[in-house]
């Protein structure tokens, strides 16, 4: 057996109900692409199925802004990722300062909305350059809310979480988990 570590995850509280994530939640498109990627298609080909429905989704979803309070700064996102760990959709480099071991979380904000902008952050995953994407900025914070005009989906950890509004914080303490 590995050795233990205490990892701080995140509680997201919505009207819906509270859940406890590890490594990420998602508000904008890509909660809308986990939200609606048939199982089977999931099953069959694996993270293909994700590239596939995003392809899909971008073309078809409105970007709704979405108004993201950050320890009490607003800000304006078409998409927002809150991120414990540095990656995303499996060895894809998202978050650089993410710390799972710590409190507090890097909030990746996509300022640009659009099929044509979605698809340049899709084409920079692979390569491990998201991080530096035009219209992708960062910040940390303990506390985040995130609203919209409507209800946006939301997902924790690829699974569907409902929807906006919601509120995140770290959970009152960490849990020990094994490590390497």
């Known amino acids: 057996f590995g050795r233990t570590r205490p990892l701080w995850p995140g509680i997201s509280e919505a009207e819906t109900g509270t859940r406890l994530f590890v490594q990420m939640l998602g508000a904008g498109l890509d909660a809308q692409v986990v939200s609606r990627l048939p199982p089977a298609l999931k099953r069959h080909l694996g993270r293909l199925a994700y590239v596939l429905q995003t392809v899909g989704e971008a073309a078809r979803y409105d970007y ?11 800000l304006r996102a078409t998409g927002v990722v809150v991120s414990k760990g540095r990656l995303y959709g499996g060895p894809y480099l998202l978050a650089p300062d993410a710390n799972p071991f710590a409190p507090g979380f890097s909030v990746a904000l996509f300022g640009a909305g659009g099929t044509l902008a979605m698809l340049g952050y899709a084409a920079a995953l692979p390569l491990n350059l998201l991080p ?23 997902q924790t950890d690829g699974d569907d ?20």
């Not at 709704?64 to 607003?74: A, S, T, Y």
Request: glycine share 16%.
């Open 64 to 74: 709704p802004p979405l108004r993201v309070c950050i320890d009490g700064r607003e």
């Open 132 to 154: 530096h994407a035009p219209g992708l900025s960062f910040m940390r914070g303990g506390r985040i809310e995130i609203h919209a005009g409507r209800g946006v989906r939301v």
């Open 161 to 180: 979480a409902g929807t906006t509004p919601l509120l995140i914080r770290d959970a009152g303490s960490p849990i020990e988990v094994v490590v390497g």
